[in-house]
């Protein structure tokens, strides 16, 4: 007798299942995410495939270390992001808005990795002809890259077996179906069991995998979260589509850092490294301007130096406005609170605005002092200084308290012309004296502003 079909509502933001519908879901909180699948069961094991099992555990001492080889993929950049290159057998996710970069990345690391490998590009959205334009227009002409133009996942897995390729680039994974599966494609059921399937067949045989991920609307790549865990790389394109710089970040990697970055430039022929990410981002800063300073943050190992502006003026409504671009919004509401509470500088009905140039977004602790300076120059309309750096985590109490890879950042500012840098004065006690350097430890948040007047 042939198994019913179950009927389930999973969320297409969180992956959470549930046997009847709700207009909130349970788990993430978002509203109409749930949608009705269809499910049929599996047939029951059979007692003689649970009572044996191919599978051997082995004592953790007796497995024989070997050295870790990677792929370099050309791109000295996407490498660090990577932790060093391509691991054999890795599922590796890229996800980004449409038009960012993701396919233009991943075509133009085929001519380097084509050299000695061979790469299986299999597409659903794009035709053999169409993506045999973006080759020439990126100057891709390996011949040991094969393009298939398939959305069937069973078709895709065959190839995975009879071609036997060395590295393999699905394009996207919104666009694979599974028969088996009744639901549409793109939905949370296909998405997750294609990766499934991918990721079973990718380790048997050691196969590295570049999926491509769409994003909904919040930015988060769409589909449920669950398709994060399944992978072992999760890399996020970020940049405004007006410019011309990328920024490559790593959110999951379980063969490197999570918090490499990586720098991009889109030009006519693909995307061009950037190697000096701080002059880029500070390229076209103003002079002698009130209300701007550079901040020095921390990506991974590397240091990096961006512009921060604040802009403070009165307010024309009942209630002062606060915007943030490239800077947590609470975190804001939270400086400007110790600003008046133990600075003594008021925005009570004043606007204040907060801008970090370059599309960077600044999370890290290290970036509260450059924003209260950007705003306090601001509210007293004076200029920082231009060879201003500073770096700082401000406390409640209204105290600068000590970040770590201070030395790095200092090195970071020296190398890129700045003779001052505020940090925390805790800081400043295990650092050597420099000459040429002025270094300035403050205590607290008031003092870092008289230290520059």
């Known amino acids: 007798m042939p198994a019913k079909s179950k009927t389930v509502y999973l969320c297409s933001q969180c992956g959470f299942e549930s046997p009847k519908w709700y207009g909130k879901c349970p788990s993430c909180g978002e509203w109409n995410t749930l949608n009705e699948e269809f499910r049929v069961p599996e047939k029951a094991a059979s007692a003689e495939r649970r009572g044996a099992s191919a599978s051997i555990s082995s004592k953790i001492g007796d497995i024989s270390p070997t050295g870790e080889k990677r792929y370099k993929t050309g791109l000295k950049e996407l490498d660090r992001v990577l932790g060093g290159g391509i691991v054999h057998g890795a599922l590796m996710l890229i996800g980004g808005d449409p038009g960012i970069g993701k ?14 490998l061979k790469i299986l590009y299999v597409s659903g959205e794009e035709s053999a002809r169409q993506i045999k334009l973006r080759a020439d227009r990126l100057q891709v002409h390996s011949d040991n890259l094969y393009v298939l133009c398939e959305t069937d996942m069973e078709t895709v ?16 994974i919104q ?47 769409a589909g449920p979260k669950v398709m994060e865990h399944i992978v072992d790389c999760v890399l996020h394109f970020e940049g405004d589509r007006n ?48 209300g701007t300073c ?15 502006q604040g802009l403070v003026s009165p307010t024309g409504f009942g209630n002062p406005r606060r ?62 200084g231009d060879d201003v750096v500073a770096f700082g985590e ?30 925390p004065y805790h800081n400043l006690r295990t650092l050597p004296k420099r000459d040429g350097v002025k270094l300035i430890g403050v205590k607290m948040l008031r003092d870092a502003y008289e230290a520059l007047g």
């Open 103 to 116: 396919s233009t990345l991943l075509l133009q690391i085929c001519q380097h990795l084509g050299k000695a």
């Open 157 to 172: 897995l065959e190839h995975f077996r009879s071609d036997a390729p060395d590295l393999v680039i699905i394009d996207s």
């Open 175 to 221: 666009t694979m179906n599974l028969a088996g599966v009744a639901s549409s494609s793109g939905s949370v059921a296909q998405v997750r069991e294609c990766t499934n399937a991918i990721m079973h067949v990718a380790k048997g045989a050691d196969i590295p995998v570049f999926i491509v991920g769409h994003v909904n609307k919040d930015g988060a790549i």
């Open 243 to 290: 410019t011309s710089y990328r920024i490559l970040r790593c959110v999951k990697n379980r063969y490197g850092s999570t918090n490499e970055i990586g720098v991009f430039e889109m030009r006519d022929q693909g995307l061009r490294e950037v190697e000096n990410a701080s002059k880029m981002l500070l390229d076209g800063r103003p002079t002698n301007v009130s």
């Open 294 to 308: 550079v901040a020095c943050i921390m990506e991974g190992t590397r240091p990096l130096l961006a512009e921060v």
């Open 323 to 384: 915007m943030a671009t490239g800077f947590d919004y609470n975190r804001l509401s939270l400086l400007l609170a110790v600003l008046e509470k133990r600075g003594g500088y008021y925005f009570s009905n004043l606007d204040a605005y907060v801008n970090v140039v370059g599309g960077l977004r600044l999370d890290e602790p290290a970036a509260d002092l450059p924003v209260a300076l950007s705003l306090i120059s601001s509210l007293k309309d004076k200029a920082l």
């Open 394 to 423: 401000i406390g409640l109490a209204g105290e600068i308290r000590s970040v770590t890879n201070a030395e790095n950042r200092i090195n970071e500012a020296v190398r890129m012309g700045f003779q001052k840098i505020v940090l």
